[in-house]
């Protein structure tokens, strides 16, 4: 699956290279579509959030979404988080698209891209790697270590350590609770 500055899904043959199917958003796709539990979700330049089944090849719901959005959706368990390119933090349904809540508005953070179980991990501009956990229907935020320096991209999940990067090419690493 291949989304386009055309504003184009594409289907694409991994054996022969043919597309299979496109599917048109009338917006650029600024980022990699997502493929998740045979759906497949991408962010339009416009603010659209789309779902796609990839049995059918079809659009299962689009929302569109205040701001502009430069990274790649994130779902995970019931969730999709769209991180704004102001860094704020919003919360989707996945079953529907629709607005839950935002992580954050008022701290600049890079994408979310990083989770386990009901803990979901991301790394602000300014270094500081906070994690968020739904506790009785309420999300609780909680800063577990500020590296300090300057951060653009994601980080970085594996096994219990989240691997961060600096802007000047360094590697910072966490080790969460289990």
């Not at 059918?56 to 929302?63: G, P, T, V």
């Not at 988080?81 to 607005?99: A, E, M, P, V, Y």
């Not at 968020?132 to 500020?146: C, F, G, P």
Request: aromatic residues 12%; proline residues 4%.
């Amino acid at each position: 699956y291949l989304g386009s500055c055309d504003g184009m899904i594409r289907r694409i043959d991994t054996i022969s290279g043919e597309i299979t199917g496109q599917i048109e958003l009338s917006s650029p796709i600024p980022a990699s579509p997502i493929l998740y539990d045979n759906i497949l979700y991408a962010i339009t330049h416009n603010g659209t959030l789309v779902a796609i089944s990839t049995d059918r090849f079809e659009i299962l719901y689009q929302n569109k979404n205040p701001g502009s959005f430069t990274a790649s959706p994130y779902p995970s368990g019931q969730y999709i988080f769209l991180t704004d390119t102001q860094g704020h933090i919003n919360i989707h349904s996945r079953h529907d698209g629709q607005f839950i809540a935002v992580f954050e508005d008022e701290i600049e953070m890079t994408p979310l891209q990083a989770s386990r179980s009901n803990q979901y991990y991301a790394v602000s501009s300014h270094g500081k790697l906070v994690q968020y956990t739904m506790v009785k229907n309420h999300w609780q935020r909680q800063i577990l270590h500020d590296f300090k320096t300057d951060c653009q991209r994601s980080c970085i999940l594996f096994n219990q350590i989240c691997f961060i990067t600096d802007d000047s090419g360094g590697l910072y690493f966490y080790e969460v609770s289990k």
